[in-house]
């Protein structure tokens, strides 16, 4: 078989015409030795140029069996490399472990079983909700989730009974432990996310265990639970994550590993032209998180309150004004506050005492509406945070909700009323927040604000600058099984110390541009200490023993095999392999070799030649 296209197909039909018409030439001169000659050698060239191929080699497939714990013979690692295609019988082997190995057509039909998936952020900033994922098939009915701290004690439940209401697929249930009773650092950081501000549902923590139950109802499978819970302090901790049936059986048990760190502070600037309880409760909760803060406040017309950073602000993350700072400004510096902003620090505008709509419709192309007072009770905003419900008044004037371009809704509260919005502005962006009085929740409800607005700042602030950092591609190292590490921000062939093992060096590789690698093997469960020159950190990871999560490693061995048969042309895939069938119909084929027809070609034109030189032109 070949190519049909016609950019294939042109070359070899060229050649061979070429050669039909060489031998008609010589056949009108009655040279028949030399018409065949040009006619085999056109044919050859034809059939050297064209990309012909021929089906496999049928001397079948090579059958590997990785058993059930994943491991392949040395012989089956080096016969792979020669083999058309590959047998495989049981769980396959790690995504690290494929990647090793060339591709080759897969056939493949994994046997029923059960299955885990967890999902959990390793590496979270304290005041972060740290949130467990757990996907089961088959779906199981009335299985709870529970997470465990290291004595055991019960943090978080998914509750008595996993119900989900009448066509939903999944249930969530929420816990949030209590043991914090002062607001929490607000930081940003992309390892894990806090809860957001739009108005989710999160269910309150029973009083001494941080145990929620789901409510009940029609009890149906359900292949999804999540539990959350609020570290209390920055540390490294091996939590337990435990699944029981409906009996209340335990079904799996195992470790789940968590580096709890202090957040890296957020560098804020904020000018303010009147004084207000919200300006003053966003101030106090900034610097209960440790940000470096440069905040001006005035009081009067020669009376300001100003509070200087205690370090320089080098790569601010916002900026935050009140309506009043920039309505009061003069054309001149407000368009250098505007130029400020389109450099690339966003600008945040507490909307709540705006007063001239017009100048906000001609410098920002924003268009702002009176607030109605026969809707001011329907209009409040809700939200709820950790369990608590909290109300907030929309601004005097505020944007419509369906505002047009450029300015668009950036978050919306409980009941889908928009309370945030934005708009690009060159590099930069312009944040308006057009709700208030947050203020009346910092003694009555501290930790829900703190929350509350950590949910806004992972939506309005930059994010802190890392310039390296540790990549853990890694989901569950294993002792003795191949496992990777990288680092972002570090040059190739930068060292690694890996704690008990030999020193290894940091490669570039094609499919991550920013950051360099190294394959390695740990050697024992637990934590792995491992440092290197271009990163100031020192990493952590946990290697799982070998009898943690048989499920799970079961789960990740067969995502990585169905990748493993998705890169090569499939011979035959079973079930859950992963290739579409389309393909698998395909045979799989090999060239066709073409030095056969080069040196036959070679041999008609030699001969044509020396036919030439014998007999001269009359």
């Not at 709890?260 to 032209?273: E, H, M, N, S």
Request: one cysteine or more; glycine letters at 8%; charged letters at 15%.
């Amino acid at each position: 078989m070949m190519s049909t296209d016609f950019a294939s197909i042109a070359p070899p039909l060229a050649s061979l015409a070429t050669g039909v018409v060489s031998a008609a030439l010589y056949g009108r001169k009655r040279k028949w030795i030399n018409a065949l000659l040009a006619g085999v050698a056109g044919v050859a060239l034809a059939l050297m140029v064209a990309d012909l191929r021929l089906p496999a080699a049928g001397a079948g497939a090579l059958a590997v069996d990785t058993g059930s714990a994943g491991q392949l013979s040395d012989a089956d690692r080096l016969a792979i490399p020669r083999a058309a295609a590959i047998a495989l019988t049981g769980d396959g082997l790690r995504e690290a472990e494929w990647r090793d190995l060339p591709a080759r057509p897969v056939q493949w039909k994994p046997a029923a079983a059960d299955l885990l998936w967890l999902d959990f952020p390793r590496t979270m900033s304290l005041g972060r909700i740290f949130t467990l994922t757990v996907r089961r098939a088959p779906a199981q009915a009335g299985w709870r989730l529970q997470l465990l701290a290291e004595n055991k004690q019960v943090l978080a439940d998914s509750g008595a009974a996993a119900t989900s209401a009448p066509g939903a697929s999944e249930t969530t249930a929420v816990a949030t432990a209590n043991a914090v009773a002062a607001a929490t650092a607000i930081a940003v950081s992309g390892a894990a996310k806090a809860t957001t501000a739009t108005g989710a549902p999160v269910a309150t923590a029973a009083p001494g265990r941080g145990v929620t139950t789901a409510a009940a109802g029609n009890v149906a499978p359900v292949p999804q639970l999540s539990v959350q819970w609020l570290p209390p302090v920055a540390e490294n901790m091996v939590l337990q994550a435990r699944l029981l049936d409906a009996a209340g059986k335990i079904v799996a048990q195992g470790p789940i590993p968590l580096q709890v760190k202090d957040a890296l502070p957020l560098q804020i600037q904020g000018r303010f032209d009147a004084p207000s309880f919200d300006a003053r409760a966003l101030n106090q909760l900034l610097a209960d998180g440790s940000a470096i803060v440069d905040w001006s406040v005035t009081l009067g017309k020669a009376i300001a309150r100003s509070e200087t950073a205690r370090a320089p602000l080098t790569a601010p993350n916002a900026m935050f004004v009140d309506a009043a700072y920039v309505e009061h400004l003069s054309p001149s510096a407000r368009a250098a506050l505007l130029a400020q902003t389109g450099q690339g620090v966003p600008m945040v505008i507490l909307g709540g005492n705006a007063a001239d709509a017009s100048l906000w419709q001609r410098e920002l192309g924003l268009s702002l509406r009176q607030q109605s007072p026969t809707t001011e009770k329907e209009d409040v905003r809700q939200f709820s945070v950790a369990g608590v419900a909290l109300s907030m008044p929309p601004a005097t004037l505020n944007p419509a909700d369906n505002v047009g371009a450029p300015w668009s809704v950036l978050a919306r509260d409980g009941k889908k009323q928009p309370w945030l919005w934005q708009r690009d502005l060159r590099q930069g962006r312009v944040i308006w927040i057009g709700v208030s009085d947050w203020h009346r929740y910092a003694i009555s409800a501290p930790q829900a604000l703190t929350l509350w607005w950590q949910g806004a700042m992972d939506q309005i602030a930059l994010a802190s600058v890392q310039k390296a950092g540790w990549q853990l591609p890694d989901a569950m190292p294993l002792p003795g099984l191949r496992s990777e590490l990288c680092a972002q921000g570090a040059k190739a062939g930068t060292t690694l110390q890996v704690e008990g093992a030999a020193e290894l060096r940091l490669q570039s590789r094609a499919d991550k541009a920013d950051a360099i690698c190294t394959a390695l093997w740990p050697q024992k469960s637990g934590w792995m200490k491992f440092t290197s020159a271009g990163v100031a950190e020192p990493g952590l990871e946990y290697v799982y023993a070998a009898q943690d999560w048989p499920a799970w490693q079961r789960a990740l061995r067969r995502d990585a095999t169905a990748q493993y048969a998705a890169r090569a042309l499939p011979v035959s895939v079973g079930v859950g392999a992963g290739v579409n069938s389309e393909s698998a119909s395909e045979p799989a084929s090999r060239p066709l070799p073409v030095a056969p027809f080069a040196v036959l070609f070679a041999l008609c034109m030699l001969g044509l030649w020396w036919r030439e030189q014998r007999q001269p032109a009359a």
